[in-house]
C-alpha cells in the first residue's frame, strides 16, 4: 500500500510551495508525524510530517522546486517493507516549546534564518508523545521483582533493568526501588514529561526546561519545578545583565524582563544611530540563477544535516567582501574608523516576544560555506531558544538583516552603532531577467547596503555590494 | 397525607430565613409556578394522589385540584408526548419522569419530537416543557432505577439539561425553566431529596446557565454536579487538612456547559479532577476533560483526571453499590495524584 507525500497547503492562500530541504533519505522508515521536508511557503520555511507509516521509496521532488499544493513529493512504500539495516534518524522534531505563541505567529524570525532548517540543535530531547511510540525500546533484559516491586517501581518511574537486586537470586527489592529513585537525578532525556503549563511558564521565564528536574510522575517536569528552577537562574544571571553598555540585547533574563530591557536597549540604540549616523544608502539587484543551480547540484551530494540554503551563501559572499572592503569592518570611535580585527558578522534573529538580537559568527571570513551554514542554523536556533553564548553577543563588526523570509524585498536598515554600515538582504524573488541578451526568468535579490558617511563614502559601499555580486556569480568558489 | 407536615406553608423566621430541605424547595417552586402562572400543571406517574414517587408534590393535589396535578398511567412516551403537545398548544406543562431509567421510554418524544421542532419549523413552534426526573444512585433501588444519564440529555441539541444542587438552586430553578421558550430536562439527585439547608425566605428565582464556584481553592478544581457535588466539597474539606485548596465547581447546567468559568478556574489553579455519577467511557466527564484540554492545554501542569462510577450497572447490594459509585476518597487521591 503505497502512498503520497504531497506539497501541503499550509495556508488558506497557498497555493504552491519550495521545497527547501529534504530532511528524510530514500530508504528511510517513518512514521505519522516525523518530519519529512522542509517546505519554504513564502511565508516562512515550515517543517512538514508525514501523514503516514512507512518507508520512503523515491523522492520526486528536488529541494530549490516550487510545485504546486497537493504534487507527490515523495512516494512512501509500506511499512513492513525491508527496511534499511539502520534508519538514519530523521533531523530532529520540533519540540512544541510554546505552542500557543508558535500557533499564533509562526516562525517569527527575521534573519538570515531565511529558510531555517531543523532549528532545533540536534541535542534537543525529542518528547512529543508519538516520537517515543513511534521508536519502541529494545526489550532489555528484565531483573527478577515481584509484582509489588514492579508496580512501585513503575510508580517511582523507575526502570527495574536499571536496578541492580540486591535481594535472593539478585532479585531487585522495594529498597533497591527506592535507591534507584533517589540516586536517579532525572529520567533520560528522550523519556522526559514536560506538563504544558510547566513548558509555558519555562519558555517566559527563560528556563531551560531540559535542566529542569522534574518532581512529578515519572520524573515530569511540571509547573512548580521551573519556578523552583527559575529563581536560583534569575539570581545567577542578574549581575550578568547589566551592561552599561547598549548591548543589542541580553539573551538570559526571563522573558518579560528580557523583552521590556530590550526594547528599551534597541531604542536606545537605534536613537543614538539616527541622531548620530549619516546614513547613506546604495543597492543592487543580484542574480542568483548560479547559486540556486550550485545549490541544487550541491545539496544533491550531501547528507541532509550539510545541506546548504541560499541565506548561508549570502552571509559567506558578505563576509569574504568586508575582508576585501575593510573600509566597512569595524566601529567608528571617538570621532575615527578603527577597523575590526576580523569579520564578525552579526547576524539579526528577531526572537519570538520580540527582542530583536544580533549575535556574532565570529571570524565569518575565515570559514568555508558548509561551517558558515552550520553556523548559522546554530545561532537561529539558540536565539530563538534564548541560549544565545555572551561572546557572540560581543560587537559584530557588522550586521546583516536578512527579512526575506518576512516576504519583504529590500531591506534598508539603520546601522547599529558603534559599526559603520549595516548589509539588507530581501527576498529571493523570480524576476524577468536580461542575460547575455535574452531575456529569462531568474531569482534575484535585493542587497542594500547602509553606511556611515562619516566614515566612508557611497563608492565604497557600491565597491562592497559589487564585490559580493562578483562573488555569488561563483558559488563553486565561496 | 395532608395533615403531614410538608412545609408547604414554611413558618416565617424572625431572622427572613428558612430552614428547609431539597425536597421540600422543590415543591415550594413547583406551589408557586402553579400558583402563579395558570398555565402550568404537573403530571405523571403517582405525582397526585400519592405525592410524587419521591414526595416532592405531596399535598399539591389537594391544593390546586386534579385539572392541575394529573397521575397518568404508565406510559412514559404517552404523557411526555402529551406534554410536548400542551406545550405546543401554549400550557406549560411539568412532566416528572419517575427515575432517569424510565425517560428512555420516552427518549423518542424528547429527542425526536421536543428538541427538534423548533428547528424543524424554522422557530415557529416552541416546546416551552420542563420534565423533571430523579437521577443516579445509593439507595439500594438497583440497576434499573439507579443510573445517571443525564450526561446522555447532554448529548442532544435542543434541550438544556440542569442539575440543581442546592437547596437554593432546586428553589430557583424551576421557574427559569418553565420561563424558556423551549425543553428544559431537571435532573434531581436521588440523595439529595432530603438534604437540609437554608434559604431566604425571599428566595426566588436563579439561572440556569451558568456554573458556579462552590468554594475558592488554588491549587486543583473538582468539577462535579447533582450528586457529585457534596462528595467533592467533602474531598476539598479533606484536602484543605493537608494544605491543598481545591477549588469546587458545580456545573448546574449540563447542556450548555459554561465554558468561560470552568476554563477561568483551571486557568487559576492549572489542574482538574472532573467528578461524575455517570459512566467514563463517552459520558460527561469525558466531555467536560476533553473541554479543559482544547480550552487550557497551556495551562494544565498534569492530565485532567476523572472520577466516575465503576463501569457496571449500579448492583443492588450496599458494599457493591458504594464501591461502584465515585466516593471521597477517590476524588482526594486524584486530586493528590494531579497536585503532586
Known amino acids: ?478 | 397525607m395532608t395533615t403531614l407536615s410538608t412545609g408547604a406553608t414554611p413558618v416565617p423566621a424572625a431572622t427572613g430565613t428558612v430552614e428547609t430541605t431539597y425536597r421540600e424547595a422543590l415543591r415550594e417552586a413547583l406551589r408557586e409556578a402553579l400558583r402563579e402562572d395558570d398555565r402550568v400543571f404537573l403530571m405523571g406517574e403517582d405525582v397526585g394522589m400519592y405525592g410524587g414517587c419521591f414526595a416532592v408534590s405531596l399535598g399539591l393535589l389537594e391544593e390546586f385540584g386534579p385539572e392541575r396535578v394529573r397521575d397518568t398511567p404508565l406510559s412514559e412516551s404517552g404523557f411526555v408526548g402529551a406534554g410536548i403537545g400542551a406545550a405546543l398548544a401554549g400550557l406549560r406543562p411539568v412532566v416528572e419522569i419517575m427515575t432517569v431509567n424510565f425517560s428512555l421510554l420516552a427518549l423518542d418524544q424528547i429527542l425526536n419530537n421536543a428538541a427538534t421542532l423548533s428547528h424543524m419549523s424554522g422557530g415557529q413552534l416552541h416546546v416551552p416543557l420542563v420534565i423533571r426526573m430523579t437521577t443516579g444512585a445509593g439507595r439500594q433501588l438497583a440497576a434499573q432505577h439507579s443510573h445517571s444519564l443525564e450526561g446522555w440529555y447532554a448529548h442532544i441539541p435542543g434541550i438544556k439539561v440542569i442539575a440543581p444542587a442546592t437547596v437554593e438552586d432546586a428553589r430557583g430553578m424551576l421557574w427559569t425553566a418553565l420561563e424558556d421558550p423551549d425543553p428544559v430536562l431537571l435532573f434531581e439527585h436521588g440523595t439529595l431529596y432530603t438534604m437540609t439547608g437554608t434559604l431566604p425566605r425571599d428566595a426566588g428565582h436563579v439561572d440556569i446557565t451558568r456554573a458556579a464556584v462552590r468554594r475558592e481553592g488554588r491549587d486543583v478544581t473538582l468539577v462535579s454536579y447533582g450528586g457529585t457535588l457534596h462528595k467533592a466539597l467533602a474531598a476539598a474539606d479533606v484536602l484543605a487538612g493537608s494544605g491543598v485548596a481545591a477549588e469546587v465547581l458545580d456545573l448546574r447546567s449540563l447542556r450548555p456547559l459554561d465554558d468561560a468559568t470552568i476554563a477561568a478556574s483551571v486557568r487559576k489553579t492549572h489542574r482538574a479532577v472532573v467528578v461524575d455519577e455517570g459512566w467514563r467511557s463517552g459520558g460527561l466527564s469525558a466531555e467536560v476533560s476533553a473541554r479543559i484540554t482544547e480550552q487550557c492545554f497551556y495551562d494544565l501542569d498534569g492530565p485532567v483526571e476523572r472520577v466516575c462510577s465503576a463501569e457496571v450497572p449500579i448492583p443492588y447490594a450496599q458494599h457493591l453499590e458504594q464501591a461502584a459509585l465515585p466516593q471521597v476518597d477517590q476524588v482526594v487521591a486524584a486530586a493528590r495524584r494531579v497536585v503532586g
Open chain 1, 1 to 478: 500500500m503505497a502512498a503520497d507525500f504531497t506539497m501541503p497547503s499550509l495556508g488558506a492562500d497557498m497555493d504552491a510551495g519550495t521545497l527547501v530541504e529534504w530532511l528524510v533519505h530514500e530508504g528511510d522508515v517513518v512514521h505519522r508525524g516525523d518530519p519529512m521536508a522542509v517546505v519554504d511557503t513564502d511565508k516562512s520555511a515550515i517543517e512538514v510530517e508525514s501523514f503516514d507509516d512507512g518507508v520512503v521509496q523515491t523522492l520526486l521532488v528536488e529541494p530549490g522546486a516550487r510545485v504546486a499544493v497537493g504534487t507527490p513529493m515523495a512516494r512512501l512504500g509500506p511499512a513492513e517493507a525491508p527496511a534499511p539495516v539502520a534508519p538514519a534518524p530523521v533531523a530532529p522534531a520540533e519540540v512544541p516549546a510554546a505552542p500557543a505563541a508558535e500557533a499564533e505567529a509562526p516562525a517569527p524570525v527575521a534573519a538570515a534564518a531565511g529558510p531555517a532548517p531543523a532549528v532545533q540543535p540536534a541535542t534537543e530531547p525529542v518528547t512529543t508523545p508519538r516520537r517515543r511510540a513511534a521508536r519502541p525500546p529494545a526489550r532489555p533484559r528484565a531483573h527478577p521483582a515481584s509484582p509489588p516491586v514492579r508496580h512501585h517501581a513503575a510508580e517511582l518511574g523507575v526502570d527495574l533493568t536499571s536496578v541492580d537486586g540486591t535481594g535472593a537470586g539478585g532479585r531487585v527489592t522495594r529498597a533497591d526501588v527506592d535507591r534507584a529513585a533517589a540516586a536517579r537525578h532525572r529520567p533520560p532525556a528522550a523519556a522526559r514529561r514536560v506538563s504544558p503549563y510547566a513548558r509555558r511558564l519555562a519558555e517566559e521565564l527563560g528556563v531551560d526546561v531540559d535542566q529542569v528536574v522534574g518532581t512529578g510522575p515519572g520524573g515530569a517536569v511540571r509547573a512548580d519545578d521551573v519556578q523552583a528552577a527559575a529563581v536560583p537562574a534569575a539570581r545567577r544571571e542578574a549581575p550578568e545583565v547589566a551592561p552599561a553598555e547598549p548591548a543589542p540585547a541580553a539573551p538570559t533574563p526571563p522573558a518579560p524582563a528580557r523583552a521590556a530591557g530590550s526594547r528599551d536597549a534597541i531604542a536606545a540604540l537605534m536613537g543614538r544611530a539616527k541622531r548620530e549616523i549619516p546614513h547613506y544608502y546604495v543597492a543592487t539587484t543580484v542574480d542568483l540563477g548560479p547559486l540556486t543551480d550550485w545549490l541544487r547540484r550541491t545539496n544533491r551530494e550531501r547528507p541532509v544535516a550539510e545541506r546548504l540554503v541560499p541565506a548561508a551563501a549570502l552571509l559567506r559572499a558578505t563576509a569574504l567582501a568586508a575582508r576585501a572592503v575593510p573600509e566597512l569592518n569595524g566601529f567608528w570611535v571617538d570621532g575615527r574608523f578603527v577597523p575590526g580585527e576580523d569579520v564578525h558578522l552579526g547576524v539579526a534573529v528577531s526572537v519570538r516576544g520580540g527582542p530583536l538580537v544580533a549575535p556574532a559568527i565570529h571570524g565569518a571570513a575565515d570559514l568555508d560555506l558548509p561551517t558558515t551554514m552550520q553556523r548559522l542554523r546554530d545561532l537561529v536556533a539558540r536565539a530563538r531558544a534564548g541560549r544565545l553564548r555572551r561572546a557572540e553577543m560581543a560587537e559584530p563588526t557588522l550586521t546583516v538583516t536578512d527579512l526575506g523570509d518576512q516576504g519583504v524585498e529590500e531591506v534598508i536598515g539603520v546601522i547599529y552603532p558603534p559599526q559603520v554600515a549595516l548589509v539588507g538582504v530581501g527576498r529571493v524573488v523570480e524576476r524577468p531577467w536580461a542575460v547575455d541578451g535574452m531575456l529569462g526568468v531568474r531569482p534575484v535579490v535585493r542587497l542594500t547596503l547602509s553606511g556611515d558617511h562619516r566614515a566612508t563614502d557611497g563608492s565604497t559601499g557600491a565597491r562592497f555590494l559589487a564585490t559580493i555580486d562578483r562573488l555569488l556569480q561563483h558559488p563553486e568558489e565561496l
